[in-house]
């Protein structure tokens, strides 16, 4: 009997690991033809992710009788007018945000060297070693060539994002119709896939399909209003503190926090710097808001808009975003935090069925023992 039940729990971690291998062989040369298609592909992706992101509220407006094609121009009329506003009032806000950010770095310098003096001269006689002074001064002399870098290249790099969104225009312009027609046949098109897999596994087949699907709209949406909740606290809470480039620093958070917890991390290391050099009590304060707005992130915010079926662990989810931009660059990096949360699906789902299988081998040995 002890040795049925270790053979058991052999095949199970046998296969277990070989579902994780075939999963992983499978992702790796679908990127890679994915990689050869990048061109012609980055359309269709965006109309995808378009179609997740709408989808439930064209389904809400059709259950209100409005008609499908009706419903798809409403959500497009709002969203547009929402980008519109977002780029008229916000986006002007941010880069003069960015530039006044840029402009006051040297300043910023001068008073870290002013105070570093008065450190240096007021601690002088604790016998602080060469080697400390020696790294301490280099660390903020590359952390100031740095950032003088980056300030110079502002120019050039506002100058880069704006040709780059011309050159995309099409690109965009064909994703948003894509995505139209993508929304109005979604049941034909969905049908249709569902006809292509064999009789014999059709029904797992829907199942594994409908399952993939349910994760990775639930984690994108989900992710998206974390994200946006967690920007917004913070924000919020840095005009509430009087901290410069609160609203720049809130949309770096926000991005930042498609890695869960992160964002608010990152937050408080800007916002604490940016606030030290109006005093050491602000930085502080900064500090605190950020870990408070982290705390409500954890505590609130995810448990109730991530269910447990679309969570990923911090781990993996940094693993695909390296892997992501290894492989297809910035758009990898997009789409490999839903990918792995597919694959997740995908292995839970055959886990599932792997488990199902094998206890009803066991009720039906345990019925024929019974009738023996």
């Known amino acids: 009997m002890m040795e049925d039940r270790e053979e058991i729990k052999y095949r199970k971690f046998a296969y277990l690991v070989w579902s994780v291998l075939g999963v992983l062989i499978l992702a790796l040369t679908f990127a890679y033809f994915l990689n050869l298609l990048k061109p012609i592909l980055t359309p269709f992706i965006l109309a995808v992710g378009l179609v997740y992101l709408f989808r439930p509220v064209v389904i809400f407006l059709d259950k209100r009788g409005f008609h499908r094609i009706l419903s798809i121009v409403i959500v497009y009329l709002?969203?547009?007018?929402?980008?519109?506003?977002?780029?008229?009032?916000?986006?002007?806000?941010?880069?003069?945000?960015?530039?006044?950010?840029?402009?006051?770095?040297?300043?910023?310098?001068?008073?870290?060297?002013?105070?570093?003096?008065?450190?240096?001269?007021?601690?002088?006689?604790?016998?602080?070693?060469?080697?400390?002074?020696?790294?301490?001064?280099?660390?903020?002399?590359?952390?100031?060539?740095?950032?003088?870098?980056?300030?110079?290249?502002?120019?050039?790099?506002?100058?880069?994002?704006?040709?780059?969104?011309?050159?995309?225009?099409?690109?965009?312009?064909?994703?948003?119709?894509?995505?139209f027609y993508l929304l109005k046949d979604y049941e034909v098109i969905r049908e249709t896939v569902y006809e292509l897999i064999p009789l014999s596994y059709r029904s797992h087949g829907q199942a594994l399909l409908s399952r993939v699907s349910k994760v990775v709209r639930g984690f994108v949406i989900g992710q998206a209003l974390v994200s946006f909740s967690v920007g917004i606290l913070c924000t919020?809470?840095?005009?509430?503190?009087?901290?410069?480039?609160?609203?720049?620093i809130g949309l770096v958070v926000g991005v930042l926090n498609v890695i869960p917890y992160f964002g608010p991390l990152a937050g408080a290391v800007l916002a604490g710097l940016v606030a030290l050099f109006e005093s050491p009590w602000l930085a502080l304060l900064a500090v605190l808001a950020m870990i408070i707005v982290q705390q409500i992130d954890s505590l609130f915010i995810s448990p109730n808009i991530m269910s447990y079926q679309v969570r990923l662990h911090p781990v993996l989810i940094v693993f695909s975003l390296l892997a992501g931009g290894l492989i297809w660059g910035a758009m990898g990096m997009l789409l490999s935090i839903p990918a792995a949360a597919a694959l997740k699906a995908i292995v839970y789902y055959f886990l599932e069925e792997r488990g199902s299988s094998e206890e009803k081998k066991g009720d039906e040995a345990k019925l024929w023992k019974v009738k023996k």
Do not use: C, H, M
């Open 236 to 248: 919020l809470a840095l005009l509430i503190l009087g901290v410069d480039y609160a609203l720049l």
């Open 78 to 179: 709002v969203f547009f007018i929402i980008l519109s506003l977002f780029f008229v009032y916000f986006v002007p806000l941010i880069s003069r945000q960015l530039y006044e950010f840029g402009r006051n770095i040297p300043e910023y310098f001068r008073r870290l060297s002013t105070e570093l003096g008065y450190l240096q001269s007021k601690y002088s006689r604790l016998g602080i070693p060469t080697w400390f002074d020696q790294v301490s001064n280099q660390a903020v002399k590359n952390l100031r060539n740095f950032l003088l870098r980056f300030a110079s290249n502002l120019p050039s790099l506002g100058f880069n994002v704006v040709s780059s969104f011309f050159t995309n225009v099409f690109y965009f312009v064909l994703s948003f119709l894509l995505g």
